[in-house]
């Protein structure tokens, strides 16, 4: 079956970095858009960025964009999520998720359009 299993969240202070990764395993991975979302306490799931299957194109959330950077590495099986200039509104647990759609003009950016979601990784930013 799929997994995706997102690691590399902890306690960070502000202004520092981490870089999260998502393993993913049962299904072919070259051929699924990813995308990163995060949801805090008390708040909907919200859209950080996403990444196109071949990794060629991505598109960011205003709020990280400059700040964090996805990339994907299809021999590996795995795409990152690289946070810097963390700030405390970045506290969250953060979940990878798959998309499968073939033929996608675009990145998608709402969660309904994802097909797999990993368990989540917390991610603490103290001032």
């Not at 799931?45 to 994907?72: L, M, P, Q």
């Not at 990152?80 to 700030?87: D, E, I, N, V």
Request: positive net charge.
């Amino acid at each position: 079956q799929v997994q995706l299993v997102e690691s590399g969240g902890g306690l960070v202070q502000a202004g520092g970095s981490l870089r999260l990764s998502c393993a993913a395993s049962g299904l072919a991975f070259s051929t699924y858009d990813m995308g990163w979302f995060r949801q805090a306490p008390g708040k909907e799931r919200e859209f950080v960025g996403a990444i196109s299957r071949s990794g060629g194109r991505t598109y960011y959330a205003d709020s990280v964009k400059g700040r964090f950077t996805i990339s994907k590495d299809n021999a590996k099986n795995t795409v990152y999520l690289q946070m810097t200039s963390l700030k405390p509104e970045d506290t969250a647990v953060y979940y990878c998720a798959a998309d499968r759609r073939i033929g996608r003009l675009t990145l998608a950016l709402e969660s309904h359009e994802y097909d797999y979601w990993g368990q989540g990784t917390q991610v603490t930013v103290s001032s």
